[in-house]
Each structure stands twice: as structure tokens, then as C-alpha cells.
């Protein structure tokens, strides 16, 4: 039969899926760093690198980003879990020591740079670690310990964690999962909205159709976030509708079940103070240039 993909490395992209399961063997060294060196010649704005990235492959450490950072299990499992860092400390000392203006930790667009700059390389090492037969998954979850982190990883300031990807060879081969296409997401020109019902068939076939139960347990949890994040009325209607189609939809167990809607609206006053305590005062929205450009 012949390969549905026009070369091994599209094969590579449209078959990746997160890896949650590892064995218990460690990556050898030379793979481990030509799978990083692969991230590191990533597309970078300027050429700069903002960025650095904490190995962290320490059983003791791995434990705490379990037990008391709160992260996954598999992290703990992983041989080697990296985190990647916005770095502007290693620029600022560079540039300092060539006697050059240098203003990136007071800069959202320096900011904004770096962090796309970040993410581009992690994707890479993410591939990268696919072609050499190891599994990864992406761990976003380092929104919730940013502070702790910095302690953990002795991060001075100027250097912010932005993911953790997990890294090892997997048990099994990680399930590929759906994703909506071009004809969902992607635009001629303009932005244009789908009809509601071809946007509504579209994510049914994403996620298999599948529904949950209308459970005393489901629909208590979904009240409390829906009256929390819009009051009373809005979550009466919500829940009313659950009770009429007999289930809980895939939307609703995400934002109302998972990745709560109200937990996920609270602590965007504790980022900006995060953001200001690592050395990133632009947050304050100062602009800090005498002259305006």
C-alpha cells in the first residue's frame, strides 16, 4: 500500500501524539543532546536566543515537581523533563559587558519575541525527540508554580518559565488524536466566521461524538463554576439545557468540568505581581523611553 504522506518527515507530524507513559530507560546522552542541538538551531528573531532551557533529570527533583509542585505523574516517570525559560539575564550580562543599550526585561516586545522564540525551539526538540523514536508531552501547567519554579531552578531574574516537555521512550505508541483541518482553521484574506452548525458538526467530529453523563456529581460542579464566573441565571439556563440533551457535551466538560471556567478566569493580578517579582516591569505598563518614538 502506498504511504498516504509525501515524505517520512510529514508522516512524522500528521502521526505525533503526547506521550504519558514511559519506560524505564534512560536517554542515552549523544541522543539526548543532538535532539536539544535541534531545537537550538530553531528559528530565533534576530538571531538572539532568548532563552534557556533547565534539564532536569534528578529523581529528587522530578519527585518535587510531583509531589510539590502538583505537575502530572508521568513527570515523574519522564527520564528527562526540560524547561524552557524566556532568558534575559545571559543578553543583559552580554550586552552590558559590550556596552550596549539593552532594555528586554522593561520591553512587552521584547517580551512578546522571546516568548514565540521559546516555544518555536521547544516544538523542535519536540519533533526532533519523535524522529529518534522517543515520546514527549508538553506540560503547561507551569502557570500554576511560576514562583516555585524559580526557587526550584535558582532562575535569577529576568528568566521566566514558559513549558515543561517531558521526554523518554514510550510504552506504546501515543494515540494520534483528531484535529479540526484547513476548512476549520484556516482563512482566505479575512476572518470569516463558519456557520454555527457546520463549526457544531465539525467538533463533533473532532471528538467522536462522545458525551458524558448528566450526573448529580457533573451537573453540581458545572453550576458552581457557571454561578460563579456569570451568576445564577446563566448557570440555571446552562444547567437546564444539560438536563434537556441528557448529556454533558465535550464543551461543557472541558470548561466546566476540566479546565474550569472560573478557576481559569481568577489570577491574572497574581501574573502581573509574578511577572514584576521575576524582573519584568513593563507589565505596570510603563513606557520607559524618554523619547517618544
Excluded at 506521550?19 to 538551531?41: M, N, S, T, Y
Excluded at 510539590?68 to 515523574?76: D, W
Excluded at 514527549?136 to 529576568?158: A, H, I, Q, R, W
Excluded at 484535529?179 to 463549526?199: S, T
Aim: hydrophobic fraction near 40%.
Amino acid at each position: 500500500m502506498q504511504n498516504k504522506y509525501s515524505n517520512e518527515t510529514m508522516e512524522l507530524l500528521y502521526e505525533r501524539g503526547s506521550c504519558r507513559q514511559f519506560l524505564d530507560k534512560d536517554i542515552p546522552d549523544e541522543v539526548l543532546d543532538e535532539v536539544i542541538g535541534a531545537g537550538l538551531h530553531a528559528a530565533t528573531g534576530g538571531n538572539l536566543q532568548p532563552y534557556t532551557i533547565i534539564k532536569i533529570s534528578e529523581a529528587k527533583n522530578k519527585e518535587k515537581l510531583v509531589k510539590e509542585l502538583e505537575m502530572q505523574s508521568f513527570v515523574q516517570q519522564a527520564p528527562v523533563n526540560l524547561l524552557f525559560c524566556i532568558d534575559f539575564n545571559y543578553i543583559g550580562r552580554w550586552a552590558k559587558a559590550s556596552h550596549a543599550p539593552y532594555v528586554a526585561t522593561k520591553s512587552s516586545k521584547h517580551f512578546w519575541i522571546a516568548f514565540q522564540d521559546t516555544i518555536i525551539a521547544a516544538q523542535n526538540i519536540c519533533t526532533a525527540a519523535d524522529s529518534v523514536g522517543l515520546g514527549s508531552v508538553y506540560v503547561g501547567t507551569v502557570e500554576s508554580c511560576f514562583m516555585e519554579l524559580k526557587e526550584m531552578c535558582n532562575l535569577p531574574d529576568g528568566v521566566f518559565p514558559v513549558v515543561l516537555l517531558s521526554l523518554g521512550y514510550p510504552v506504546k505508541k501515543p494515540i494520534v488524536k483528531n484535529k479540526l483541518g484547513i476548512n476549520a482553521l484556516v482563512h482566505n484574506e479575512q476572518y470569516k466566521d463558519l456557520q454555527i452548525d457546520e463549526l457544531m458538526k465539525l467538533q463533533d467530529e473532532k471528538y467522536d461524538h462522545k458525551q458524558f453523563p448528566a450526573s448529580e456529581g457533573n451537573i453540581k460542579q458545572i453550576y458552581e463554576v457557571a454561578e460563579e464566573l456569570s451568576g445564577k441565571e446563566y448557570a440555571d439556563d446552562m444547567i437546564e439545557f444539560i438536563k434537556s440533551s441528557g448529556h454533558v457535551n465535550m464543551a461543557q466538560r472541558y470548561f466546566g468540568l476540566h479546565y474550569l471556567a472560573n478557576w481559569m478566569a481568577a489570577g491574572n493580578s497574581r501574573f502581573i505581581e509574578v511577572l514584576k517579582a521575576s524582573g519584568f516591569p513593563w507589565i505596570d505598563g510603563t513606557d520607559f523611553p524618554k523619547k517618544k518614538f
